[in-house]
């Protein structure tokens, strides 16, 4: 009778009333879900345009929040956040959302409040925080260099697309941007490397990916 009872009741539930999470990778011992990556999504305000394109968004948005996990249990112990990292990010999504009400209004999607949302910008925030201080204030650009990414890149662009170029001081400023990011993320992506050979990874969501690729 009481078996009966039980499935009588599942029976009575529609699918769209079951919610269920998904490991999409774990570090160490922590675990990042699928929703972690919705989440994360909704911060940068991120969307695919097409659902061929939904797979490779999150693969790269897991990626990042594991870059985000390895990082934050390296230094979580040498870099102290203040109210005004939060306050930063807060500001950033108030001129994305419109208001900490609209804010709060798209949190309950995910059953969270603004409580919730801080503890989560928690790994992000010192991620961001120990790249600016080992990376970006520290990357110096010779005028050599953007004197030979002028010469051999932006002229031949300028002339194969029939434009008249700007002069070598003019583009300086962008060039000189353009070969800083260049360099930060070489060096970044390096260094991350060598930092997550000290840990444990599974990126399921990946495998899985791989997997019904090569189906």
């Known amino acids: 009778m009481f078996f ?3 499935v009588s009741l599942l029976l009575m539930i529609q699918p769209s009333e079951i919610v269920v999470d998904k490991i999409a990778a774990v570090v160490n011992t922590d675990i990042i879900t699928v929703s972690d990556i919705d989440k994360s999504l909704f911060i940068n305000n991120s969307g695919g345009s097409s659902h061929s394109e939904e797979g490779d968004l999150y693969l790269k948005e897991l990626n990042k929040l594991i870059n985000y996990k390895v990082v934050f249990l390296e ?19 108030i001129e994305r959302y419109g208001s900490i009400t609209d804010i709060k209004r798209k949190l309950k999607r995910f059953d969270m409040d603004l409580k919730d949302l801080r503890i989560f910008l928690t790994e992000k925030i010192l991620y961001e925080k120990v790249i600016e201080d080992k990376f970006k204030l520290g990357v110096v650009i010779e005028f050599a260099d953007i004197e030979e990414f002028y010469k051999n ?21 962008d060039i000189e941007n353009f070969l800083r990011g260049k360099k930060v993320t070489e ?29």
């Open 153 to 173: 890149d932006y002229l031949p662009s300028r002339k194969k697309l029939g434009i008249e170029p700007k002069s070598i001081i003019e583009m300086t400023p």
């Open 187 to 215: 060096e970044l992506s390096q260094w991350l490397e060598g930092i997550k050979v000290s840990y444990s990874i599974k990126n399921i969501l990946s495998d899985e990916r791989e997997f019904d690729n090569n189906r």
């Open 75 to 93: 230094y979580k112990d040498q870099f102290e956040l203040t109210e005004e990292d939060f306050e930063n990010v807060q500001r950033s999504m």
């Open 4 to 6: 009966k009872l039980i």
